[in-house]
């Protein structure tokens, strides 16, 4: 196995670990918002793009049955993203329909991270299966185990299971901040997205940070040498 291989591998793998342990925080506030064990796993199952499902479960918990109409909207417009997610990773997953077929539900946040910060095709492909894959089966896991031990558990959130997944995303991202454009696009989209999430639905501030990513880089205004902290 070559380097850029074994590092596909270990990154994919630390990603998926991080993330999946997210699951236990979605089965518990699935259940406590009042969904059933069966359907919370229903979720991760099918739907399987967590900041979609903590939207939909937020909302129902406010609103209950009468609020579904709401909590799908939120959904729907937080899962636009993988739309584009799709576009990128369609030439690095493979050629074939079937890959294509397979990879669609494993198109996600994480495994898009992984597989776009390795440099080789393969290490490329390698990392996009073992994220997506990896986290599949453990998010799945996870939300079974969230659901049923959610009133063993008390409040979830107060574990800070979210920043493990936070912290594997800034590993990612760090080293490819290389150049004034680079940095500035991230800072753009983090403060418009920041600013956005107390007035705007959820779904809305993700849209606009992404908006504002392709406008800064396609102007490409900061252009320049690589930082001096980054040398």
Known sequence: MSPADRRAWQDGTAVALATSAYGVSFGALAVAAGLDVWQACALSLLMFTGGSQFA???VIASGGLAAAPSAIASAALLG????AYAVRMNPIIGRTWRHRIAGAHVTVDESTAVALAQKDPRAQRIGFWVTGLGIFLG???ATLAGA???DVLGDVRAYGLDAAAAAA?????????RSRQAIATGVASAVVA???TPWLMPGIPVLLAAAVAILVGWFNWFAGAKTEATR
């Open 194 to 196: 920041a600013a956005a």
């Open 148 to 150: 049923l031990l959610g």
């Open 139 to 141: 998010w799945n896991a």
């Open 80 to 83: 636009v993203r993988n739309v």
């Open 56 to 58: 939909f479960i937020g």
């Open 169 to 177: 995303f800034l590993a990612l991202l760090w080293p490819r901040l």
